[in-house]
């Protein structure tokens, strides 16, 4: 068994910062992808950010240049750095990890609120 254990989600105001983190405890793989999704009320879960075991990143246009994620392989750990936070940042966010031979494990996910 592997658990994902979001913190760092809160309420924040429009142009303020949040750091997020996400550890993984259990039977511990070797992560391919690291990633964080985003969901909104009403609204389609969308991919905000991966980075791959060779340090590789992709964002959410939208997020581009605000955020920033990163990963502690010795710590099982990913982060995301989320500056310049909008309104429209608002959601519930979830973390998963995916494994070589592709399986993905979920956090329960951490609120974001966002207030303008």
């Known amino acids: 068994q592997v658990h994902l254990v979001e913190s760092g989600g809160g309420l924040v105001q429009a142009g303020g910062s949040l750091r997020l983190s996400c550890a993984a405890s259990g039977n511990i793989w070797s992560w391919t992808v690291m990633g964080w999704h985003r969901q909104a009320p009403g609204k389609q879960r969308e991919l905000v950010a991966f980075?791959?075991?060779?340090?590789?990143?992709n964002y959410l246009d939208s997020v581009k240049g605000r955020f920033t994620i990163s990963r502690d392989d010795v710590k099982n750990t990913v982060f995301l750095q989320m500056n310049s936070l909008k309104s429209e940042d608002t959601a519930v966010y979830l973390c998963?990890?995916?494994?070589?031979?592709?399986?993905?494990?979920w956090g329960q996910g951490t609120q974001v609120t966002v207030s303008s």
């Open positions: 980075v791959t075991s060779a340090r590789s990143s």
């Open positions: 998963y990890f995916r494994t070589t031979s592709g399986s993905e494990y």
